[in-house]
C-alpha cells in the first residue's frame, strides 16, 4: 500500500469540529509515562479507591463570561499555578481550580491557549502534593492527577486532539473515528514523540490530528512575566518525510488518511528559558518545557549572569533533570555554582528559592 512509504494523501471532505470536544475516557487510556505513572502510583498508595471522575462539558454556559474569568485570573497567576488574588484559597485549591477551568474551555473551545495553562498548572502546582502533610490536600491532588487522562484527548467526529504528550496507548471508537494511538516520549524532560497507529476497521482510516504546540515555545506565555527570546523550530516528520502542517488555534493540523504502518515523529525542543518579573529585572526564575525549576543549592551573596550558559543533565538515580550554571560575587569572580530541580520535588524545601539575583 503506497502510504506505508509515502506520505498518505489528504480528502476533500473534512466535517467541521462540532464543540464540545468529548474527552476520551479514563478507561481508554492507558498511562505507560514512566514520570506520570509514578505520580499516579503515589497517587494510589495515599488514595487506593481513587477513579477518574468523568468529564461533562455543558456547552451551554456563559463561555464568553467564563472565559472572561479565566483570562482574569491568568492576569494573576504567578509560575507555580497559583492565582495570586486567590488569597482565600491555598496554593493547592487555586492551581487545581484553574487546570479544571482551563481544562474545560479547552473541550470547549479547542483553543490550545486554554490547554497550555491547564500544562503548566497541573506540572508546577498539583504534582507533588501527594506527599503534603494535610490529608486534604493528598486527596484532592491524588483525585486531579486520577482524572489526568481525561485532559489528554478529546475527539469530534474523525478529529482527534492530543493536549497532554504523555506514553500511553489510547483507544477512541465512534461512528466517523476508529483507531487506536501509541504515544512514546520522555516528556516532561524531552519533547521527542512518536505516534503510532492501529485501525480496526481497516488498514487505513481519514483522521484530522490536532497535536498541541505548547506556549512555553512561545515569548509570550505569562503577562506578569518576561522571557528571554526564543525563535521556534521543531521537526515534524511521517514516515521520515519532512511536513510543514497548517496551523489553527495553537494546533498542528494534519487532515489526511493513515494507515496502520504510518509512524510520525514530532520533535521539540525544550529551551531552559530565564524568566524575570515583567517590571523587575533583577531576579531570574529558570523553566525547561512546562517545569518551572527551584534553586536548592547558590552560594550566599551571589548572582548568575544572563549570557552565561546553563547546563542541563538528568539525574538516572533520581529520575530528574538538573540545572547548573556559574554564580558570580559583587568583584565579578566566579564564586561557585548553583544548582536547581523542578519546583515540584521541593515544595517542603523551605531553603530552596524560585528566583535568585540576576544581571543582564
Not at 256 to 271: A, E, G, K, N, Y
Request: proline fraction near 5%.
Amino acid at each position: 500500500m503506497a502510504c506505508t512509504l509515502l506520505v498518505a494523501q489528504s480528502r476533500n471532505k473534512t466535517s467541521k469540529v462540532k464543540f464540545p470536544l468529548i474527552p476520551v475516557a479514563a478507561d481508554s487510556v492507558t498511562i505507560e509515562d514512566f514520570f506520570w505513572y509514578g505520580q499516579l502510583q503515589e497517587a494510589q498508595k495515599v488514595c487506593p479507591q481513587l477513579k477518574a471522575n468523568p468529564w461533562n462539558v455543558d456547552h451551554r454556559k456563559h463561555l464568553h463570561a467564563l472565559s472572561a474569568d479565566w483570562q482574569e485570573k491568568v492576569n494573576h497567576l504567578d509560575l507555580t499555578g497559583r492565582v495570586k488574588t486567590e488569597t482565600q484559597k491555598d496554593e493547592l485549591h487555586s492551581a487545581v481550580d484553574i487546570v479544571k477551568q482551563s481544562a474545560y474551555l479547552a473541550l470547549a473551545t479547542g483553543q490550545s491557549k486554554y490547554a497550555d495553562i491547564m500544562e503548566t498548572s497541573l506540572y508546577n502546582g498539583v504534582c507533588g502534593w501527594q506527599n503534603s502533610d494535610n490529608p486534604d490536600n493528598v486527596h484532592l491532588a491524588s483525585q486531579t492527577l486520577a482524572d489526568m487522562s481525561g485532559y489528554a484527548f478529546a475527539t469530534s467526529k474523525e478529529h482527534l486532539f492530543v493536549n497532554l504528550y504523555i506514553t500511553s496507548e489510547m483507544h477512541v471508537k465512534n461512528k466517523q473515528l476508529d483507531v487506536k494511538m501509541m504515544t512514546t516520549t520522555s516528556t516532561p524532560w524531552y519533547y521527542q514523540m512518536m505516534f503510532q497507529f492501529l485501525f480496526p476497521r481497516g488498514k487505513e482510516e481519514h483522521m484530522v490530528l490536532h497535536l498541541r504546540m505548547p506556549n512555553w515555545l512561545s515569548n509570550n506565555i505569562l503577562p506578569n512575566f518576561k522571557y528571554n527570546h526564543y525563535q521556534l523550530k521543531y521537526s515534524l516528520l511521517l514516515n521520515g518525510i519532512a511536513l510543514k502542517p497548517e496551523m489553527k488555534d495553537g494546533y498542528i493540523v494534519l487532515d489526511r488518511v493513515w494507515c496502520d504502518s504510518d509512524i510520525l515523529q514530532l520533535l521539540l525542543p525544550t529551551p531552559i528559558r530565564r524568566v524575570t518579573l515583567a517590571n523587575n529585572y533583577n531576579e531570574v526564575a529558570l523553566q525547561k518545557g512546562p517545569l518551572l525549576y527551584s534553586f536548592i543549592s547558590i552560594p550566599e551573596n551571589t548572582f548568575i549572569k544572563a549570557i552565561d550558559p546553563i547546563h542541563s543533565d538528568f539525574d538516572k538515580h533520581r529520575h530528574t533533570n538538573t540545572l547548573s550554571g556559574k554564580c558570580y560575587d559583587d568583584s565579578m569572580h566566579v564564586a561557585g555554582s548553583f544548582r536547581a530541580e523542578p519546583y515540584l520535588f521541593n515544595r517542603k524545601n523551605k531553603e530552596a528559592r524560585i528566583f535568585i539575583p540576576f544581571k543582564p
